[in-house]
């Protein structure tokens, strides 16, 4: 099992992001529409576990099932919608996971805005992406091996900082 680490933001994250989206955009044609860059690790100077969050956004997610083995080969393990139905779900590293991707249908609207609105709020407010950093900073040190009471202590400031963030993202769009 892997311990829970968070650490200082690391200038490398954003590139680390443009590596694995150019691995993935040169097998992905047709059903691709989109790749993001989400999670803590896209939101400059936020404290994070060092895994990047790949929103990756296609026409089909059933036709996605057959990429598994390219995912495979680019060090992707395919859990297929592993517990949230209309996903798919794939990790790299094993027990040292360095990326995680979680790719939806275009149409999957809500679960593909709440990522980006929750990621672009919290680069536009900086002192609530300080506070969810000192947040997870202490849920590592407090639950060092345990990732699911490191998520339930998350839990209410994700789901009311993402409520915020949806209402700010829609009445801030261009």
Not at 2 to 13: A, D, H, R
Not at 56 to 63: D, M, R
Not at 79 to 87: A, H, I, Q, S
Request: proline share 3%; net charge neutral; charged share 35%.
């Amino acid at each position: 099992m892997q311990k829970i680490k968070v650490v200082p933001y690391k200038k490398e994250w954003p590139e680390f992001f443009k590596e694995e989206k150019e691995k993935i955009k040169s097998f992905m044609t047709d059903n691709l529409v989109e790749i993001y860059h989400i999670g803590s690790t896209s939101v400059p100077n936020l404290a994070a576990k060092p895994v990047i969050d790949i929103l990756l956004v296609v026409e089909n997610i059933s036709e996605l099932d057959n990429f598994n083995a390219k995912f495979e080969a680019i060090g992707y393990e395919a859990l297929g919608e592993f517990g949230m139905p209309g996903r798919r779900y794939f990790r790299k590293g094993g027990d040292d996971r360095t990326h995680q991707i979680h790719a939806f249908q275009y149409d999957s609207i809500f679960d593909i805005e709440r990522h980006l609105a929750f990621r672009d709020y919290l680069i536009h407010h900086e002192r609530v992406a300080k506070k969810y950093g000192e947040l997870k900073a202490e849920l590592a040190l407090k639950y060092p091996e345990s990732i699911d009471s490191y998520g339930d202590g998350k839990d209410a400031f994700v789901k009311e900082t993402e409520k915020k963030a949806l209402i700010w993202y829609w009445k801030n769009r261009k």
